[in-house]
Nanobody, 115 residues
Framework: QVHLVESGGGLVQPGGSLRLSCAAS????????MGWYRQAPGKERELVAS???????NYPDSVKGRFTISRDNAKNTVYLQMTGLKPEDTAVYYC?????????WGQGTQVTVSS
């Protein structure tokens, strides 16, 4: 049974920073592609960042230079460091793990950027 537990969300002022964590259990996650998605009210879920087994990262232009994804395979944990946060970053952030043909999602953590 795969289990993903996210933490680190909250309320932050524009320009502030947050670090999200996703602790995974139940599989060998060293072979997984891990990532973060977000979904704002009334919008589709979108990719925020991903990291391959070899540490290759991918970001959309909207967060490039502000967000950094990293992983600790020994802890089966993926992180998302977010800096320079903007109100448009407000969304529920979901951890995502892909292992071969299987995809797993966390329960989501709310990030609100507001003054």
């Amino acid at each position: 049974q795969v289990h993903l537990v996210e933490s680190g969300g909250g309320l932050v002022q524009p320009g502030g920073s947050l670090r999200l964590s996703c602790a995974a259990s139940g599989r060998d996650f060293s072979i997984a592609v891990m990532g973060w998605y977000r979904q704002a009210p009334g919008k589709e879920r979108e990719l925020v960042a991903s990291i391959s087994t070899g540490g290759v990262t991918n970001y959309p232009d909207s967060v490039k230079g502000r967000f950094t994804i990293s992983r600790d395979n020994a802890k089966n944990t993926v992180y998302l460091q977010m800096t320079g946060l903007k109100p448009e970053d407000t969304a529920v952030y979901y951890c995502n793990v892909k292992i071969f043909w299987s995809t797993y999602w966390g329960q989501g953590t709310q990030v609100t950027v507001s003054s």
